[in-house]
């Protein structure tokens, strides 16, 4: 029992394995918005801000300015850009592993929205950021840097693959395709997916000379029935006739 346990163990794909097969799975948009997502989360560790003291502590010293990455600063609007980024990796993590759910929308609106709203957060940090604040004797003035403009350019992305996604209009995954289902929850979702289209019963006990023929369809089509046709008279009336 416990080798088998360990041969199973070993079987089990590493996470490494997990997203090198997740990213050949997903479709060519959905790979544009990781990296989207990727390089949102990397430009975090890019210089946002920067410091900039004017005056001195003692007489003859002075303090340097310092650079701050996202990290350096952290606020509510760089945890909304960080948990954005890794929520939009681990979606599309999960529909590489076809796990089956639903979001209000779909998936391309989601992250639409979750770009543009991580862009407005940027903007707003770029006028929120500015300014200048006195720290004992000191006068710090704070400014931001290009970091945060990258920042900014990978949300609007962002955003882009989003809308590119929701157009594309692809299928979430099934029941039926998601591995993390039991088996006997997956097989009536694949049943009902695989059988044709139920045929009627009128039409399945009707004989093949009781159907209906095609000119009889067309004539009901057309509103006239096989008895309205027979009792037609092409008669002229009395003072058109010769006698």
Not at 118 to 144: E, H, N, P, W
Request: charged content about 25%; some cysteine; overall charge positive.
């Amino acid at each position: 029992m416990a080798a088998d346990g360990q041969r199973a163990a070993r079987s089990k794909p590493g996470p490494l394995i997990r997203v090198f097969r997740a990213w050949r799975v997903i479709a060519p948009e959905q790979r544009v918005c990781a990296l989207a997502a990727l390089s949102l989360w990397i430009t975090m560790f890019l210089p946002w801000y920067s410091e900039t003291p004017a005056g001195v502590l003692k007489k003859g010293e002075s303090i340097a300015g310092a650079s701050l990455s996202a990290y350096g600063a952290f606020s509510f609007v760089e945890a909304a850009v960080l948990l954005v980024s890794i929520g939009v990796l681990a979606l599309l993590f999960a529909r590489g592993e076809r796990r089956a759910f639903h979001l209000p929308g779909g998936d391309g609106t989601v992250i639409m929205l979750a770009g543009a709203w991580v862009g407005l957060l940027v903007i707003y940090r770029m006028f929120d950021k500015q300014g200048t604040r006195a720290v004992g004797d000191v006068a710090i003035t704070s400014g931001i840097q290009w970091g945060i403009f990258l920042a900014l350019f990978a949300a609007i992305w962002l955003a882009w693959t989003g809308l590119r996604i929701r157009r594309s209009h692809r299928a979430e995954p099934t029941l039926a395709e998601d591995p993390t289902v039991h088996l006997q929850a997956r097989a009536p979702a694949r049943r009902e997916r695989d059988e044709p289209a139920a045929v009627p019963a009128t039409v399945r006990s009707a004989r093949p000379d009781e159907l209906p023929r095609d000119e009889d369809l067309e004539r009901e089509h057309r509103g006239v029935t096989r008895e309205d046709a027979e009792q037609l008279s092409f008669e002229l009336p009395r003072e058109l006739r010769n006698d």
